[in-house]
């Protein structure tokens, strides 16, 4: 695991009929370590692992970049649309193949269709 970034990684499973997922779709997310320091300078009280705190800091970013390709309800974590939340030990390829999709506060995410091999 790189030590400026966690990477994090969501399936995206969308429950509406329009939708083109298949169940395949994932949203992977390289965030900067010092969101997991600053978590926890505000939130002494909280004892979570960084991989806790990082995949709570994330889903937020999951959701907006997952819902610019798929139609997701209006609660896609209660509905476990965006769901199984995981911290990588390394970054994925395709997040030095291409762009990113989604930046957010210098939080970045790459929407993962299916047919591409992660």
Not at 24 to 37: K, M, R, S
Not at 75 to 100: A, F, Q, W
Request: proline share 3%; net charge negative; hydrophobic share 40%.
């Amino acid at each position: 695991m790189s030590q400026q970034f966690l990477y994090v990684q969501f399936k995206v499973r969308p429950k509406g009929t329009l939708t083109r997922a298949n169940g395949i779709e994932t949203v992977a997310i390289e965030l900067p370590f010092n969101y997991v320091a600053d978590w926890k300078l505000r939130q002494r009280g909280r004892y979570l692992t960084d991989e806790e705190i990082a995949i709570e800091l994330t889903q937020g970013v999951a959701i907006a970049a997952a819902d610019r390709f798929v139609v997701l309800s209006h609660d896609p974590l209660k509905e476990r649309e965006i769901h199984s939340g995981t911290v990588l030990s390394n970054l994925l390829p395709i997040m030095n193949e291409r762009d990113c999709d989604y930046e957010d506060d210098g939080i970045r995410a790459w929407f993962i269709g299916s047919g591409v091999l992660t």
